[in-house]
């Protein structure tokens, strides 16, 4: 045996674990780095379009619609609803994709068209994908469930988040019912005009002049009993904000005063502004409310006990300011303006392909209630077992956590992928949630809206007007 001396071992062991580091592979080589290819670019239409798809891409591409962007501001491309949810997707595996529209505003007929475009981009670059759903949230959930009933053919299943489910012509009858209560009842000799606008500095100015009217009514009481009723008429929840006090049950003026500030909202973002850009596209006034009856209308909200309280505290009739709305001059539609919301953007009820829905309970730009609108078209047509809708107990709109989000879509493709609904209940959301990413909220909730204050859809030709 030949015995070493300890120079000699020491030499030999350096020797060995040289030979060692240089026999071992690269970091890269041994463990290949996770990398996203990201692409971006422009559609025929001038749309553009960008695409995240990772390395061990699992196969399903999920379309994303965005939501409404103001006409004249920015409007980029987006292919998931915000980076939080989009990183835990890319780490599943799934690749995303979106365009931005050719317009921005009231735009479904360059919204469907460009997202169909960019799905095909997506396949000539990427190769046809296993799975694709079709996903989007606020104003994308309409364009989404639109793709769902004209284009099924290009998708396996869809999920709509807050989405204007309930259509176009639908959305606008109810943004018109609570700015005419306001004005009828606040500022009945006033000349504000609230259709028929022709221009944006229009619309900014009946805005601005009904906003002054409740800002100075939410001083006394009568007039915070008449703001109450007009939210009522939108079903504005009395929790819409995540940054509000949420009120008790019997808290009346502090429902109220959550409820005015949505109004506010309300009469800022869609009452005016939006509209006119809507009316325009659709060549007239597309929203009418001859022939309601408020009183009617009233008693069907989620939100009547309120309005009830505060006029008896503020010794005040209802039933008189009720009859003085039944009584007012009524706004007549445009049919041709009304054909074409109708024609683009209201629903037939025909689903092909499976749907989920999940909506908060405490939104006041698009009520929960939209989801009642579509669940009544969805029967009428037939297609009531592709459906399923789900809610998250919380205010404001659109405001799901990433986790939420993932379990919504994982519930839908375990439907695309064996055939049936499985753990659509709250505690397997929740469940599916926290496994999906424990870090952020998981609050679905039992919920059941109250029917939607005037749906209107192609499954009801009877309704028509």
């Known amino acids: 045996m030949t015995t070493r001396t300890p120079t000699a071992r020491r ?3 350096a020797a060995a674990l040289l030979l060692a580091v240089t026999a071992l592979p690269t970091a890269a ?33 999920l379309l994303f619609s965005h939501g409404y962007n103001e006409a004249g501001r920015p409007n980029p ?19 995303v994709v979106g365009s931005s529209y050719a317009t921005a505003g009231w735009a479904v007929t360059d919204a469907v068209p460009d997202q169909l475009a960019a799905l095909s981009t997506f396949t000539d670059r990427f190769g046809t994908a296993h799975r694709t759903l079709a996903w989007g949230r606020s104003y994308g959930g309409l364009v989404t469930t639109a793709l769902a009933e004209r284009h099924p053919d290009r998708i396996d299943g869809s999920l709509s988040m807050c989405g204007l489910v309930h259509g176009g012509v639908a959305n606008w009858n109810n943004t018109l019912d609570p700015v005419f209560a306001l004005k009828t009842l606040l500022a009945p000799g006033s000349d504000t005009p609230l259709t028929g606008l022709p221009d944006q500095a229009a619309a900014t100015d009946a805005a601005n002049a009904l906003t002054t009217v409740v800002d100075s009514a939410q001083s006394t009481p009568a007039g915070r009993a008449r703001i109450a009723l007009a939210a009522a008429l939108h079903n504005i929840p009395v929790w819409n904000q995540p940054t509000q006090t949420r009120p008790a049950a019997t808290d009346w003026d502090g429902q109220q005063a959550n409820q005015y500030e949505a109004v506010k909202g309300l009469l800022k973002i869609a009452a005016f502004n939006r509209r006119q850009e809507a009316e325009v596209r659709a060549g007239g006034n597309m929203s009418w409310n001859t022939g309601v009856d408020y009183a009617a209308m009233l008693g069907r909200s989620s939100v009547s006990k309120e309005v009830t309280e505060l006029y008896k505290k503020a010794g ?35 689903l092909a392909k ?99 204050p005037r749906p209107y859809d192609l499954a009801h030709p009877a309704d028509r007007r």
């Open 11 to 13: 030499t030999a062991c």
């Open 29 to 61: 080589a041994a463990a290949p780095a996770t990398t996203t290819s990201h692409v971006e670019g422009q559609l025929p239409s001038g749309a553009t379009y960008m695409m995240d798809v990772p390395a061990d891409w699992n196969g399903t591409v």
């Open 77 to 95: 491309a987006q292919d998931a609803p915000d980076e939080a949810t989009k990183a835990l997707l890319l780490k599943e595996g799934y690749a």
């Open 316 to 350: 005040l009739s209802l039933r008189a300011d009720l009859a003085t709305l039944n009584r007012a001059p009524r706004i007549s539609a445009d049919p041709a303006a009304v054909a074409w919301m109708s024609r683009t953007s209201s629903f037939t009820g025909r």
């Open 354 to 452: 499976p749907q989920f829905d999940i909506h908060t309970t405490g939104d006041a730009l698009v009520p929960v209630q939209t989801e009642s609108a579509l669940r009544r078209a969805v029967t009428a047509a037939g297609s009531a077992p592709l459906l399923r809708q789900a809610y998250v107990g919380n205010a404001g709109h659109c405001t799901f956590s990433a986790a939420e989000q993932l379990a919504a879509l994982h519930t839908l493709e375990d439907r695309v992928a064996t055939g049936s609904w499985h753990d659509t209940d709250p505690d397997s959301l929740n469940t599916r949630a926290a496994a999906a990413d424990p870090t952020s909220p998981a609050r679905y909730v039992a919920y059941r809206p109250a029917p939607y």
